[in-house]
């Protein structure tokens, strides 16, 4: 649906209050609050599990209102003045979802029934929803219907702008796992294995240091061309000279670890320090402009005015890269502070919608990550966690981000 400006900084300014620990139970009272305002009476909640890592926004929303992982199932948790009750689509998702809270109401029930059970639960409306633009378009033909409310999805989101205590704790030790795995990629690449199973060793660690979820890109080329993902693009072993980067995303009990770092096998070569110096210095000005008080957009558009100030981009058109930063929580690209961040592959020429104005404030939680792959010529990227603090911010990271020379 079309932002409405005036709406999305209602709930900024009401975000700015959180408090310091915010309890699952009070989470939902707030977003009742929420539909409350807008007219509503009850409000159902989609969201797919854990298992789509950062190719979803729906299970953030979800998992942050109920503490609940439906990991490769779907999930509907319905919120009304009588109680709340969480939909579990898989019968295999029931043990796990037996050791919920008593606060939360659980019922078996598989999606293709779901809207019999919202029947059965005879709502007081208006029904709002929360996820329902990712839901399966033959779920969402049955459920739409009962839901004659608005959509809540910004308001959810405004509830998640500053992270309470616990949840900044969590962050804290996602970044501790992934400042380990920064540190055993030396080893691993003095295997001179491929890297693919580079991957498959530095994520095995991640889950047995307790992530509930690990994914790696991991590039080693004589020159980075883009983030290598898959086994079918990470079967190259490491040479002499190769760029090696690595991009860590992972979650710790559903909370978002996320970082990068690059070196070469032996010394950098002169093109290739040149291309992370200016990665780092877009940080730099990242970080300069990353304060209390002043507009999130200031952050992007400080690393855009050191990239363009180079000269690099009308010396090579063929550069690429990726977004620049985006919010981190309980979703890998959490809204309204991602919003903030445009996707710069997106090059269609397709007008992007307006970012809200956004002031940065304490307990935003974001990914700075700077980035460019030049065809032909190599590749640079460097990825922060930044905690904003009352006086600037805490970086989450300790892994040097000078680039390293594996042996």
Same mark, same amino acid.
Do not use: K, N, V
């Given at each position: 649906m079309p932002r409405d400006p005036a709406r999305v900084s209602r709930i900024l300014s009401r975000a700015m209050g959180a408090p310091a620990h915010i309890p699952h139970t009070d989470r939902r009272a707030a977003l009742l609050a929420e539909a409350g305002a807008c007219g509503a009476a009850s409000v159902l909640v989609f969201g797919f599990g854990s298992a789509l890592g950062a190719g979803t926004r729906?299970? $953030? *929303? =979800?998992?942050?209102l109920s503490g609940w992982d439906g990991h490769e199932s779907l999930s509907l948790l319905v919120l009304s003045p009588t109680g709340s009750? =969480?939909?579990v689509g898989s019968p295999f998702m029931m043990p796990l979802a037996a050791r919920l809270p008593a606060d939360l109401t659980v019922i078996d029930a598989r999606p293709p029934d779901w809207h019999r059970a919202v029947q059965d639960m005879a709502l007081p409306g208006p029904v709002a929803t929360v996820g329902f633009d990712e839901m399966p378009s033959a779920l969402h033909a049955r459920l739409a219907p009962l *839901? %004659? $409310?608005?959509s809540l999805d910004a308001q959810a989101a405004g509830l998640r702008l500053r992270k309470d205590a616990a949840e900044i704790a969590a962050h804290r030790a996602a970044a501790r796992l992934c400042d380990d795995l920064f540190a055993r990629l030396g080893p691993e690449l003095a295997r001179r294995a491929s890297a693919a199973d580079i991957q498959v060793e530095l994520e095995a660690h991640a889950r047995r240091g307790g992530a509930d979820y690990c994914r790696t890109w991991l590039t080693i080329r004589p020159q980075a061309d883009y983030c290598r993902y898959w086994l079918a693009e990470t079967a190259s072993f490491p040479e002499p000279g190769d760029q090696v980067l690595l991009g860590? *995303?992972? @979650?710790? !009990?559903?909370?978002w670890g996320h970082g990068i770092r690059m070196g070469a096998i032996g010394p950098l070569a002169p093109d290739h320090a040149r291309l992370h110096g200016l990665v780092e210095d877009m940080m730099a000005a990242a970080l300069r402009a990353l304060r209390p008080g002043q507009p999130l957009a200031g952050v992007e558009a400080a690393m855009e005015q050191t990239l363009r100030a180079s000269g690099i981009m009308d010396a090579h058109p063929g550069l690429r890269r990726f977004r620049n930063g985006h919010g981190l929580g309980h979703?890998? !690209? !959490?809204?309204? =502070? @991602? %919003? *903030? /961040?445009?996707?710069? /592959? %997106? @090059?269609?020429g397709t007008a992007a919608a307006a970012a809200p104005e956004v002031t940065i404030a304490p307990g935003m939680l974001l990914e700075i990550h700077p980035n460019l792959f030049i065809p032909g010529v190599g590749g640079a990227a460097l990825g922060e966690m930044m905690l904003v603090t009352e006086n600037g911010f805490d970086s989450l990271l300790t892994f040097p981000r000078s680039p390293v020379a594996w042996a």
């Open positions: 729906s299970h $953030g *929303a =979800l998992r942050y009750r =969480l939909l *839901a %004659d $409310g608005p860590i *995303a992972l @979650t710790l !009990e559903g909370h979703s890998y !690209e !959490e809204p309204i =502070l @991602t %919003d *903030a /961040f445009p996707q710069h /592959f %997106d @090059t269609s």
